[in-house]
């Protein structure tokens, strides 16, 4: 094992580093301040290892990405979102037995507790579905009493499976109840991804039928944003769950992180972008506005904390979009507009120099919008693809014999202590 020698104040003492099986070594600071009386100063955790991990691996300079060693585009291509959940959960891919055993016992959770819906009913029609999503998905604690004891293995993956099976279920009533239709049960015959599709967009008076290029994008969208190694939502889960809390609180958290425009907040803000740019011909003016240090603007969907280099999620999304489209025959001028922004901003030497590209997010409302989902829902499909994701990190942490109530420090740069002055002498 290498070490990493670290002198402060001529006091020098070596550090442990640990090499992964791929990617950077880390350095294990962990004696750093019993040994120096420093913390180490990260915000934004740019160079900080949380964790040990072996679910997901990004290589951002290369715009690689593997879950548990599988390519992701092998995975969009050939495999199912199920068999993904599966993947990440377990560390292999399943046997056939094993994934009809898996897709059985989703399959039997994916109904919610009748009352349940009474929930829905507290809040106004207009309320946004993840803020819906927040709440009920943290209320399954007060519902699933059986399955909340985290030192019970049994315990955790039995709420492993609910959270996977009625993400769907939970986000289709979201949906239907800011529409004002009735909720529809969960039809168990289905795929996955199909039944999603009919409790969102069937009704109970007619069949629905599932148009199977939609399900099948649909499927690859889950896919694609299924785990993101430790992404800010995930970490918060991580962290949530380090102090012991119940893995249904865990999610609400990871979904309260995820809602932001900076990370999963961004599909709908990216689409937003695209209808306000409107037209080709705009696109230099809000390129412009990006570059200018004085105004606030982002191009949403644009550049990624870890990627350096195309985010091959969007690689796929962006060839998924034209499909989708041209087979439900929607012509979209969004689509024109987002490739021809992609295109003047790959070329501009701002986008080039800071290598922002396209991000998962770039295209992904299209398909969606396409779909039929209004744009207030995008961020709430993401949650229910990255719920498995979630419980994997959620699960591993908690079979980790490391595992401690994460507890970052800080750099205090408040006030000395000071004495308290009486109101009327100040
Ligand atoms: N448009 C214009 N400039 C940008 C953009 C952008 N989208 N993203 C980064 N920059 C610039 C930024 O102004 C900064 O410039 P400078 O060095 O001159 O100050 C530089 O690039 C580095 O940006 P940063 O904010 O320090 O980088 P970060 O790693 O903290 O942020 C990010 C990553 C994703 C938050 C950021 O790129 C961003 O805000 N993008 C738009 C929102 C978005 O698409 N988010 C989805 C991320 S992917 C899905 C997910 O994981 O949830």
Redesign the pocket.
């Known amino acids: 094992m290498t070490s990493a020698n670290i002198s402060i104040d001529g006091k020098a003492a070596d550090y442990p580093v640990h090499a992964g099986s791929v990617g950077p070594e880390v350095i294990d600071i962990r004696k750093l301040y019993a040994n120096t009386g420093r913390f180490t100063y990260d915000p934004?955790f740019?160079s900080t290892a949380s964790c040990e991990s072996k679910i997901t691996y990004i290589d951002g300079d290369q715009g690689v990405l593997l879950h548990r060693g599988y390519p992701i585009e092998q995975l969009a291509e050939k495999s199912s979102f199920l068999e993904v959940a599966y993947l990440l959960m377990h560390g292999d891919l399943p046997s056939q037995q094993q994934h009809d055993e898996f897709k059985y016992l989703i399959t039997r959770h994916t109904m919610v507790h009748e009352q349940l819906a009474n929930f829905y009913r507290g809040f106004r029609r207009d309320a946004h579905p993840m803020a819906i999503m927040c709440g009920v998905v943290g209320a399954l604690s007060a519902f699933y009493h059986d399955s909340t004891d985290i030192h019970d293995a049994k315990q955790r993956e039995i709420a492993c499976h609910r959270l996977i099976a009625k993400m769907p279920t939970i986000a289709a009533m979201a949906y239907k109840y800011s529409v004002g239709q009735p909720f529809l049960y969960p039809d168990n015959s289905l795929s996955y991804t199909g039944n999603f599709l009919r409790m969102t967009f069937g009704v109970p008076a007619e069949p629905y039928i599932i148009n199977p290029v939609v399900e099948d994008a649909l499927d690859k969208i889950f896919i694609l944003h299924a785990d993101?190694e430790q992404?800010?939502?995930t970490s918060t889960v991580r962290l949530a769950g380090s102090s012991g809390a119940n893995p249904f609180a865990c999610i609400a958290a990871g979904i309260a992180c995820?809602w932001g425009?900076?990370?999963?907040?961004?599909?709908e803000?990216?689409l937003e972008m695209l209808r306000e740019i409107g037209r080709p011909e705009r696109i230099p003016e809000f390129v412009a506005r990006?570059?200018n240090?004085d105004d606030p603007?982002?191009?949403?969907?644009?550049?990624?904390?870890?990627?350096k280099n195309y985010?091959p999620r969007a690689k796929v999304l962006g060839e998924a979009a034209t499909k989708v489209l041209d087979t439900l025959g929607i012509s979209d001028p969004v689509l024109d507009t987002a490739r021809e922004l992609e295109r003047v901003a790959l070329s501009d030497d701002?986008?080039i120099e800071?290598k922002?590209y396209p991000?998962?997010?770039?295209y992904s409302g299209i398909i969606l919008s396409a779909i039929g989902f209004p744009t207030s829902m995008f961020t709430a499909l993401?949650a229910l693809a990255r719920t498995t994701g979630w419980i994997a990190q959620w699960t591993e942490m908690m079979e980790d014999k490391e595992q401690k109530i994460g507890r970052p420090r800080q750099l205090y740069t408040g006030s000395p202590r000071r004495d308290y002055v009486p109101i009327e002498q100040r």
Not at 261 to 267: K, V
């Open positions: 934004g740019t993101h992404n800010a939502s995820l425009p900076a990370h999963g907040g961004a599909n803000a990216a990006a570059k240090k603007f982002r191009l949403m969907g644009f550049g990624h904390r870890v990627y985010d701002y986008f800071k922002l991000n998962v997010d770039f993401f």
